[in-house]
């Protein structure tokens, strides 16, 4: 493969960038900065559900958070729980789950483009949706569904809630906050409930000064039911099974039923009752039937969830080896025990079992991509790399399969071959942090410091500190070496973030002014 001379690569990321509104996030809430709106956010959208006669309920909500100022609440939180190392940010997961999460969006009016889809590091069934298309879901969840339509009718719920933006309606109902402490509240509460205790919730509660939320963000009757009936509407639409919501529903309020001691996080602040979930079987046979048959990708991805959250020393290759001696001997669980095997330093082992595998299902991604990665593993990366050129030329830009065979080229000795590779998924498919951050490993490794500095800014704008993002450019200016087709490229980053920090430091000291103005006339005009 020829290699990218820095000459050569021109002008890439002009193409395909990351958005300075995800820079604002957590940096802008703690700082105040979130009063500032980013260039390119409009207003907000109305969202009726597909096959819905559900009124129009954005322009309220708009009044309240702007399309901007809902990006960075949402944002912020992802930012905290990547800070937090809670995310599972493998490219297949995130890959498949984006996958769902965009037929579902698609149904909107909002379309699939505003929505983000994540899968949290955590066992417990639970899954949320913050302002800005945010959804988050736990591994928990994933592993308790027993269809691809049940995942489906949970995220399409929490799809709903965005998608009628029931957290600012929520605002609009309660005594007026600044943004500043709305995110602050957001984000504290939803972390507390992931892991930080119930102390840190409870202290969260006490700030809030007139937001009505206990635990999590707990949105009203009438939103559950609402994000149930736009929800299926998405879902149907979809292509998915529309009873796949309440058969999800129904399982989770059979746990709450049979044992007490054990209640899905999920129904702390989705309570489910007999009367909601025949009010969505009511729903659902409103539309034509879909069988909805399962993608093969499902059973492999619940078991890679199994395998990449598993907390303890459970031997989870001995468990999947059991399960197929006594009748299990399912894709599923054959894919399941060669990512076990594979994580447990057994890499060859793994082979033996995708070999074959691969073969009998060609068309499945996941299959050429953890055989190259298995074979690489054992020691074999001249047949991991073939494997990977295979996959590449029936997948082009398929981003696991991308990233995958870049990280094998890097093994390899090959970082040159593997920066060219990233760049070109980078400037056609919209990056994931863990890709940009890779792009920028590969830069490095191939001897191009500009483009490292460079990416690693963009790595930090997708995390949202733009400051250090700032710094990385200015590295990036003052590398050897560096083309003035780079030094252009590099210095237009730099002045768009400056200047983006420059007109938010602005309208803050604005807002600022304002609301202390209208806190002396408050106190003026006392009772």
């Known amino acids: 493969m020829e290699k990218l001379t820095p000459a050569r690569r021109g002008p890439i990321v002009m193409i395909r ?37 559900l009124p129009d309920l954005g322009s309220p909500a708009a009044q309240v958070l702007s399309r901007g100022d809902e990006y960075r609440l949402g944002a912020m939180v992802a930012r905290e729980l990547r800070d937090q190392n809670a995310l599972l940010e493998d490219p297949e997961v995130s890959e498949y789950i984006n996958g769902i999460g965009q037929r579902l969006a698609s149904q909107s009016a909002m379309g699939g483009e505003y929505f983000h889809y994540f899968v949290i590091k955590d066992t417990t069934i639970n899954a949320f949706a913050v302002s800005g298309g945010f959804v988050f879901i736990n591994g928990g969840l994933v592993l308790a569904t ?31 906050q600044s943004l500043t402490t709305v995110a602050t509240l957001i984000g504290a509460i939803l972390l507390g409930a992931l892991g930080g205790g119930g102390q840190a919730t409870e202290g969260a509660i006490a700030a809030a000064q007139g937001l009505a939320v206990q635990h999590q963000i707990n949105f009203t009757r009438d939103n559950e ?40 996080a999920m129904l702390i602040d989705h309570p489910v009752d007999s009367d909601r979930i025949a009010e969505q079987r009511a729903r659902a046979a409103q539309f034509p039937p879909r069988k909805g048959d399962d993608s093969q990708s499902y059973a492999l991805i619940r078991e890679r ?67 190259g990665q298995a074979q690489a593993k054992a020691g074999h990366p001249d047949e991991a790399l073939r494997t ?47 890709q940009i951050r890779l792009t920028a490993l590969a830069a490095s490794a191939a001897g191009d410091p ?16 733009l400051n250090l993002a700032v710094q990385q450019l200015q590295l990036a200016l003052a590398s050897p070496h560096i083309t003035q087709i780079q030094r252009e490229r590099y210095q237009a980053r730099l002045d768009e973030l400056r200047d983006y920090l420059a007109s938010t430091r602005k309208r803050q000291l604005a807002s600022d002014n304002q609301d202390q103005g209208q806190n002396q006339r408050r106190g003026g005009g006392g009772r």
């Open 17 to 53: 960038r990351l958005p300075l509104a995800l820079a604002v996030t957590a940096l802008a809430a703690a700082a105040g900065a979130a009063a500032d709106e980013p260039p390119s956010a409009q207003p907000i959208l109305s969202a009726p559900a597909a096959g819905s006669d």
């Open 146 to 176: 027993s269809s691809e339509s049940e995942l489906a009718g949970v995220m399409a719920h929490e799809t709903a809630h965005i998608t009628q933006h029931h957290i600012a309606r929520m605002l609009a109902d309660q005594s007026k």
């Open 225 to 264: 039911w609402e994000a149930d009936r736009v929800g299926i509407g998405y879902l149907a639409g979809a292509g998915f099974d529309p009873y796949g919501m309440g058969n999800m529903f129904e399982t989770m309020a059979r746990h709450e039923g049979l044992a007490a001691t054990y209640i899905p």
């Open 305 to 371: 969830v199994r395998v990449l959250t598993a907390v303890g020393d459970v031997d989870l290759a001995v468990q999947y080896a059991q399960k197929i001696a006594h009748g299990g001997d399912n894709l599923g669980n054959r894919y399941g025990e060669a990512i076990a095997l594979m994580n447990s330093g057994q890499a060859g082992e793994a082979v033996k079992i995708l070999t074959p595998l691969l073969q009998e299902h060609e068309g499945l991604t996941l299959l050429h991509a953890a055989l």
């Open 388 to 434: 990977f050129k295979r996959a590449a030329e029936l997948f082009p830009r398929n981003v696991p399969v991308t990233v995958r065979y870049a990280e094998t080229l890097m093994y390899a000795g090959r970082p040159a071959d593997a920066h060219t590779m990233l760049l070109d998924l980078f400037n056609n498919v919209p990056p994931t942090p863990d």
């Open 450 to 465: 500009g483009d490292a500095y460079y990416y690693m800014g963009e790595y930090q704008i997708s995390g949202g500190d």
